[in-house]
Nanobody, 119 residues
Framework: QVQLVESGGGLVQAGGSLRLSCAAS????????MGWYRQGPGNQRELVAA???????NYADSVLGRFTISRVNAKNTVYLQMNSLKPEDTAVYHC?????????????WGQGTLVTVSS
């Protein structure tokens, strides 16, 4: 069993910052790509940012320059630093990872953490 547990969501005013964390636990032999997705009210889930095992990152255009994704491989943890938050960033943020467990690769999702940005 592999689990991803997110933390760090909450309520913040527009222009503020939050840092999300996501820790993977369980029978893990390796983690490839990790990423953050979000789903706002009435919207489909969308990719926010992703990072490879080697540290290469890519971002959605809507968050470029405001959000930064990073990871600490030794801790099986990925972070999302969110600055200059806007009301349209309000969403449930989900962590995603491609994990090697029991000799096979699994795509694992966290339960999500709510980010609410007030205007």
């Amino acid at each position: 069993q592999v689990q991803l547990v997110e933390s760090g969501g909450g309520l913040v005013q527009a222009g503020g910052s939050l840092r999300l964390s996501c820790a993977a636990s369980g029978c893990i032999f390796g983690i490839n790509d990790m990423g953050w997705y979000r789903q706002g009210p009435g919207n489909q889930r969308e990719l926010v940012a992703a990072i490879t095992g080697g540290g290469s990152a890519n971002y959605a255009d809507s968050v470029l320059g405001r959000f930064t994704i990073s990871r600490v491989n030794a801790k099986n943890t990925v972070y999302l630093q969110m600055n200059s938050l806007k009301p349209e960033d309000t969403a449930v943020y989900h962590c995603n990872a491609r994990v090697l467990t029991n000799l096979r690769w699994l795509e694992v999702w966290g339960q999500g953490t709510l980010v609410t940005v007030s205007s």
